[in-house]
Nanobody
Framework: VQLQASGGGLVQAGGSLRLSCAAS????????MGWFRQAPGKEREFVAA????????YYADSVRGRFTISRDNAKNTVYLQMNILKPEDTAVYYC?????????????????WGQGTEVTVSS
């Protein structure tokens, strides 16, 4: 399984970015796909997740209403649309995949991880 994250960059507060995670190596119909982030000096935290087949979405309270996770089955790609970005959203963002839809908030339960993509939000 390979997960390739992209789309990070530098943006001003209030701006938007869309992250992509291209998945390959198997059929992901029974997987949940998640986004996590890690800011300098802080622990990794859950951002959002989506059930690949169900489309059910899960969000951290800190991003709910500003971020939207989605997937394109034909492209095997998961997206994270980030709007109204804040300086506190600055972090390296990682996409991850896990079998099953339980414990989607727990990074330790994920089986595969992509490389990170850096997001910097200036004030």
């Amino acid at each position: 399984v390979q997960l390739q994250a992209s789309g990070g960059g530098l943006v001003q507060a209030g701006g938007s970015l869309r992250l992509s995670c291209a998945a390959s190596g198997r059929t992901f119909s029974s997987y949940a796909m998640g986004w996590f982030r890690q800011a300098p000096g802080k622990e990794r935290e859950f951002v959002a997740a989506i059930g690949w087949s169900s489309g059910r979405t899960y969000y951290a309270d800190s991003v709910r209403g500003r971020f939207t996770i989605s997937r394109d089955n034909a492209k095997n790609t998961v997206y994270l649309q980030m709007n109204i970005l804040k300086p506190e959203d600055t972090a390296v963002y990682y996409c991850a995949a896990k079998i099953g839809y339980y414990s989607v908030y727990d990074g330790e339960k994920y089986d595969y991880w992509g490389q990170g993509t850096e997001v910097t939000v200036s004030s």
